[in-house]
């Protein structure tokens, strides 16, 4: 069973730019959420879909945004680039399963902002 | 979902059992007990759950203790490779939504 991709592994943009950065979840999974790590620091919810809607988003400013796809792939937008935005993406799918969630996360996508 | 408190930082001798003790004194009889480890740079891998009986699969075995307030999660045969954060996370069944990733311990497995 293929894991949770995710495209680019690396982007590099300037400030002010827009990125755009994508997530192909695990077949059958129907959630997505989106985390930011920044260096050194812990991972920070960003936004969360399920069956095409958003469901959560975390405290972050409204130039990050998303969306997901029919086929539940899903797209994190991030507008007008700051230099703090640097950090790994990550995108983590997962399907309820008695009950129980369990998160699967993909490898990331290091953006950096220059 | 009930907080969880590790230690910052522990060693393991490569091919010995890692131990990675895990306190959630204030769990709830309804929430599992996740881990998972994000070896650097990487992004984290799912390792094991639990409820209450101990659990094992092929990447590691989860203790949990009789009153649920504890667990430990053992790695039987460290390598290097194992070296990474390992988070303990307490999660509602029926719970979704966002992980909360703590600082997590960060195990060192030395040759």
């Known amino acids: 069973e293929a894991g949770v991709t995710q495209s680019p592994t690396h982007l590099i943009k300037t400030r002010g730019q827009q990125a755009t950065l994508r997530c192909s979840p695990i077949?059958?999974?129907?959630?997505v959420y989106w985390y930011q790590q920044a260096l050194g620091l812990g991972l920070q919810f960003l936004l969360w879909y399920d069956e095409g809607e958003e469901r959560n988003r975390g405290n972050f400013p409204p130039r990050f945004s998303g969306r997901q796809f029919p086929n539940y792939s899903s797209e994190l937008n991030v507008n007008a680039l700051e230099l703090e935005d640097s950090a790994l993406y990550l995108c983590a799918s997962s399907r309820r399963t008695g009950g129980v969630e369990t998160q699967y996360f993909g490898p990331g996508t290091r953006l950096l902002v220059l | 979902d009930a907080k969880t408190t590790q230690p910052t930082s522990m060693d393991c001798a490569e091919g010995r059992a890692a131990n990675l003790p895990c306190n959630h004194s204030t769990i709830s009889g309804n929430e599992y007990v996740y881990w998972y480890r994000q070896i650097h740079s990487q992004g984290p891998q799912y390792i094991i759950h639990?409820?209450?009986n101990n659990e094992t699969n092929e990447m590691a075995s989860l203790i949990i203790t009789e009153d649920r307030k504890s667990s430990t999660l053992i790695l039987p045969h460290a390598t290097l490779r194992d070296t990474a954060v390992y988070y303990c996370?307490?999660?509602?069944?029926?719970?979704?939504?966002?992980?909360?990733f703590g600082k997590g311990t960060k195990l060192s497995v030395k040759p």
């Open positions: 639990g409820l209450k």
């Open positions: 996370i307490v999660r509602a069944q029926g719970s979704q939504g966002n992980l909360i």
């Open positions: 077949s059958g999974h129907t959630s």
